[in-house]
């Protein structure tokens, strides 16, 4: 299949109900492309087209190593709307998930900063993903990710989704208030992220069911739920922030993906080591070795033995005048010749 005349189609790399991407061989630049084609029966939708092309502006308008570059889209002279992408060989984080299981901690956490930094990429210019998954996270050559399917991203200004747009969510990562068509901020990506984080420690997405609908609906009702109930080897730090993440209210979440790194980085540290500091903190340990930590009786300890044999120097002198006395008296006594009694 070629299509517009410039890419040769050579296999399916992935299809859903939206699109199918395809390997395909870009003829005018000489390299592999992953070409994003429009089903044909959504075609004559204009919603579905307009989602279409909005996909290829929000990726194409943010250039970062941790999102899909956009090369070119266009519309062929069959009537095929396309999206031509970086191609990115190994699959998805979902596929590496399901063929591994749980992935250990310093993985979660070197894969959960590459999305973070593609995030704060998007918010900063004003553009919420709105679909974070597993699905939609990359793998290339070198085990590095990246963030693919800006397909719902809408600016943060955005008018609130309505009904029919909140199905183009999905429900295993959706926020609570993506859930309920309530506004859609930055906080909503990092709650999507929670949830891909848990699903990376667990194996499995934080809530499960039969209904999309009834999944949401966890999201919006049931606690947020603790990776290290399903696995006690995971680090308190990790399980921690998953948890804050996954926070009902979007002011209880880290409200940045700047701020969202560095946490994510320090949620590894343990505190093995009571004599480590942690950057920009001093420590709070009583190191033995420091004199201003030391117990107050200490240093009176040597003072007092200093102190005790000066007590006794006067009395050693009354001793030593009352002998001189006695002596004295008894010379005097026999050369006088007095009997010494």
């Known amino acids: 299949m070629r299509i517009d005349q410039r890419y040769n189609v050579s296999e399916t790399l992935g299809s859903g109900g939206m699109s199918t991407v395809y390997l395909a061989h870009d003829e005018v630049l000489g390299r592999d492309v992953a070409l994003k084609v429009l089903n044909r029966d959504l075609t004559k939708q204009e919603e579905f087209v307009e989602r279409f092309r909005r996909e290829a502006q929000s990726a194409a308008a943010l250039s970062h190593p941790n999102i899909v570059q956009v090369y070119d889209r266009g519309e062929s002279e069959d009537g095929d709307y396309y999206i031509a992408m970086e191609y990115v060989p190994r699959g998805t984080l979902k596929d590496r998930i399901q063929h591994e299981g749980q992935l250990g901690a310093r993985t979660v956490v070197e894969v959960a900063v590459q999305i973070a930094e593609a995030l704060k990429e998007a918010h900063e210019h004003g553009v919420i993903h709105r679909d974070i998954k597993p699905q939609n996270v990359l793998v290339t050559t070198s085990g590095d990710v990246k963030v ?3 397909g719902i991203a809408r600016a943060a200004s955005s008018p609130t989704m309505t ?13 609570p208030e993506q859930a309920t068509g309530e506004k859609v901020g930055p906080t909503s990506d990092l709650y999507s992220l929670g949830a891909v984080m848990y699903e ?3 194996g499995e997405p934080p809530y ?3 209904e999309p609908l009834s ?3 966890r999201h919006v009702n049931d606690p947020a739920p603790s990776p290290r109930e399903k696995g006690p080897e995971i680090p308190e730090g990790i399980d921690g922030l998953v948890i804050r993440l996954l926070a009902k209210d979007p002011k209880d979440r880290l409200q940045s993906a700047e701020a969202l790194i560095p946490a994510l980085r320090q949620s590894l540290e343990t505190p093995a080591n009571p004599r480590k500091e942690s950057a920009g903190t001093r420590p709070t340990v009583v190191y033995p070795e420091s004199r201003s930590e030391r117990p107050a009786r200490r240093p009176e300890k040597p003072r ?3 102190t005790q044999p000066r007590n006794l120097v006067p009395w050693l002198l009354v001793v030593l005048f009352v002998a001189a006395v006695i002596g004295g008296g008894i010379l005097v006594l026999r050369v006088l010749g007095a009997p010494i009694p």
């Open 208 to 210: 499960k069911g039969n």
């Open 148 to 150: 693919a399917d800006f």
């Open 304 to 306: 007092r033995r200093r």
């Open 200 to 202: 990376m420690l667990t």
């Open 163 to 175: 009904r029919e747009n909140l199905a183009l969510g999905t429900a295993a990562y959706m926020s």
């Open 215 to 217: 999944v949401a609906m």
